[in-house]
């Protein structure tokens, strides 16, 4: 059988139909065709992700891109998927307190309102996010209101919300002024779906569930009470959810793809 390549476009900031942001570490591919896709992902990465470190393994958004586009054509070889792999804010350095705080999150968030609502007015197919880590932060605080089927939260330090309904409802950023995409609107339609993973040997286990002051998060998605839906990860630390061969990439494919009873969970 003939494979179709997997093939990354550079996508300009911007040229999604999200405002140009203002510059710093930003850079945003495109992998599969979003012309004719009929399942599009975004992969929101976390902390020390640069856009020169962009495309090393899938630890990063470029590999994990095409680790998660290749599982979903084995899963499925006739499937049309886009994934995004978006480093669409200034990702926080692990060793600073940046990554401690919202501050980064907040400007991700509005940034990737914005990216969504570009990516709406081009495609009518479902759109999932994945978001990795201090991604998860930034998820977080983008997704109530948004046009989304899923939201997948892994290797998350916490998202600021009680509950994965808050997660979907209310106000995007409550910390900051309403975005280009005209402020809080609602899909219209089913609240997307909230799902969180985290590996058996993820260190960010360790990370206490709560906020004092500016610093932390609170929100764990892993615990039963914030009521999403836990999928199976395996036995992988903080950087291999989307590494071939695991539970988690399978899962987070299946999930892109829609086919969510298949999920396997945690």
């Known amino acids: 059988m003939i494979r179709q390549p997997i093939a990354a476009s550079v996508v300009v900031l911007g040229a999604t139909g999200a405002a140009q942001p203002p510059a710093g570490e930003r850079l945003v591919k495109v992998y599969g065709d979003l012309a004719t896709a009929e399942r599009v992902a975004i992969i929101v990465p976390g902390s020390d992700t640069t856009a020169a470190t962009f495309e090393n393994s899938t630890h990063r958004p470029g590999g994990a891109a095409r680790a998660l586009l290749a599982e979903a054509r084995r899963l499925d070889p006739g499937a049309r998927v886009a994934v995004v792999a978006w480093l669409g804010y200034d990702s926080p350095a692990t060793w600073s307190t940046d990554v401690l705080t919202e501050g980064a999150a907040g400007d991700g968030a509005r940034a990737l ?27 977080a605080k983008a997704a109530p209101g948004l046009p989304l089927a899923d939201v997948a939260l892994f290797g998350s330090p916490g998202t600021t919300r009680p509950t994965a309904a808050a997660l979907t409802s209310g106000p995007a950023d409550p910390s900051g002024p309403a975005d280009a995409s005209g402020g809080f609107w609602s899909s219209g339609g089913e609240a997307p779906r909230v799902w969180a993973g985290r590996g058996d040997s993820d260190w960010v286990s360790y990370v206490p569930d709560l906020k004092i002051g500016p610093f932390g998060f609170g929100g764990d998605p892993m615990d039963p009470a914030f009521g999403a839906r836990l999928f199976a990860t395996g036995p992988g630390g903080h950087s291999d959810y989307f590494t071939p061969g695991t539970a988690s990439l399978r899962n987070l494919a299946l999930i892109t793809l829609g086919r969510t009873a298949e999920v396997s969970h945690g």
Do not use: D, M, W
């Not at 309102?113 to 201090?134: D, K």
């Open 113 to 139: 309102r914005q990216e969504v609502t570009g990516l709406r007015a081009r495609t009518s197919a479902p759109i999932s996010l994945l978001c990795h880590s201090y991604g998860s932060v930034v998820c």
